[in-house]
């Protein structure tokens, strides 16, 4: 009996690892049949994976939905103890009826305020377009005269480029466009098809959100069955505390992130319809969503807006700078640590390491993942070096290895 385990345990690690080589060779040398499997996978899954997220996303609204509903009943029968034994289900049904309720409420106001001034503020943009151009043109121009060196310089450039550009233009731009053209159609109907497909998700997800809220603590429970079935107690347990500190810095920061975005992207507003900034909407949506990108993103939100509103008015430009840099001042020192506190614990640099890892392989989401992502992995580091530290009785503080130098030579 015990050969056969052995054999079993050879063959299954002979079959893993032929299976993994399968797959690298796969993904790097063939045409990617896995990631084109994948990605309809995602496809086919993707109104549970929106529910999912929607759910995790509203749960702490809930738990306080629902506290708030218990001692409101304990107030209303004068501080007497409720229990809701048998009517659990209508209390989960009640916070999950009132939260949504207060979400799409919620949406609706900011889109009731925000979609027509947004609508106004891109038709103003596309009206002015030309003036913007001339404008531009005529600040280049005013520099190139001022400058006849760079000027010179610049018009060699232009000239250098002009007949390649020219070649561009007729050998593959224009058979392009005639080609986009005759596609215009078919392009169309593509683009409501997908609005229509987004629309179907989301509506899927979120029921499917309604009935993970519905039934969160018994799902709970049955993952963390098939946990301790499958492994030993003790990495079961270990495997637990493992998903609840993932948990925790995700819901950290996830949450937290959003939050902190939506209070910085109304704040804009707010203070940017006090000043009579020109494109207020426009600019305050590129900002709160620019937001939610840790380090980079009051950069990739501000510089856009700030040349926006430089073409309308210079001085007003000069406003808005410094308005961000105070709102940008107290989100850092007030308003994301109080939101955040130390969710991630990581260093400044490693978050600017995470963004730009994450958002070089998957761009936005990857910069705005990364961060938590990357806390989740400098955890699990953490523990691995801490044990392999205690297992050789050597402490695990940062400061007994400050300076530390050894205290013996080797010998020849």
């Known amino acids: 009996m015990k050969g056969i385990k052995v054999y079993f345990k050879w063959g299954l690690t002979i079959f893993l690892t032929a299976c993994a080589m399968l797959v690298f060779f796969d993904v790097f040398y063939k045409g990617g049949t896995l990631q084109l499997f994948f990605s309809k996978l995602l496809d086919i899954l993707a109104p549970i994976l929106y529910g999912m997220a929607m759910a995790y996303l509203l749960t702490p609204i809930i738990n306080w939905v629902e506290l708030g509903i218990r001692k409101l009943g304990k107030h209303i029968l004068r501080k007497q103890t409720v229990e809701f034994k048998g009517k659990k289900g209508w209390l989960r049904a009640i916070s999950i009826l009132v939260t949504w309720v207060l979400v799409l409420g919620l949406i609706y106001l900011l889109m009731s305020v925000l979609i027509p001034q947004l609508i106004d503020s891109v038709l103003m943009l596309i009206d002015n377009a030309e003036n913007y151009y001339n404008q531009i043109h005529a600040w280049v121009s005013a520099f190139i005269a001022d400058n006849p060196e760079l000027g ?201 390491v995470a963004i730009l890892v994450g958002g070089g392989f998957f761009g936005v989401m990857g910069m705005f993942l990364g961060v938590p992502v990357f806390a989740c992995l400098q955890t699990l580091g953490q523990y691995i070096i801490n044990r392999q530290l205690k297992k050789k009785n050597l402490p695990v503080e940062l400061s007994s290895y400050t300076g530390k130098e050894p205290e013996s030579e080797l010998q020849e």
């Open 152 to 352: 010179g310089g610049l018009e060699n450039l232009l000239d250098r480029y002009y007949q390649s550009a020219l070649n561009f233009l007729t050998a593959e731009f224009l058979p392009g466009i005639q080609g986009m053209l005759a596609s215009l159609t078919g392009g169309l109907w593509s683009g409501l098809w997908s609005l229509v497909t987004f629309a179907k998700n989301l509506v899927i997800g979120v029921m499917v959100s309604i009935y993970l809220l519905a039934l969160k603590e018994r799902g709970a429970a049955g993952s963390k069955k098939i946990v301790y079935g499958l492994l030993p107690e003790k990495k079961a347990a270990l495997f637990m505390r493992a998903v609840h500190r993932t948990d925790s810095i995700f819901s950290g920061f996830v949450r937290g992130k959003l939050l902190d975005s939506l209070i910085i992207g109304i704040l804009c507003f707010i203070g940017c319809s006090l000043l009579q900034m020109p494109y207020t909407p426009l600019v305050s949506v590129v900002v709160g969503v620019t937001n939610v990108i840790p380090f980079f993103g009051p950069f990739l939100g501000a510089i856009p807006s700030a040349f926006l509103i430089l073409l309308v008015d210079p001085l007003k430009c000069l406003y808005f700078v410094i308005f961000i840099l105070l709102l940008q001042q107290c989100d850092g020192n007030l308003i994301g640590p109080m939101i955040l506190g130390d969710s991630t614990g990581i260093s400044g640099f490693w978050v600017i």
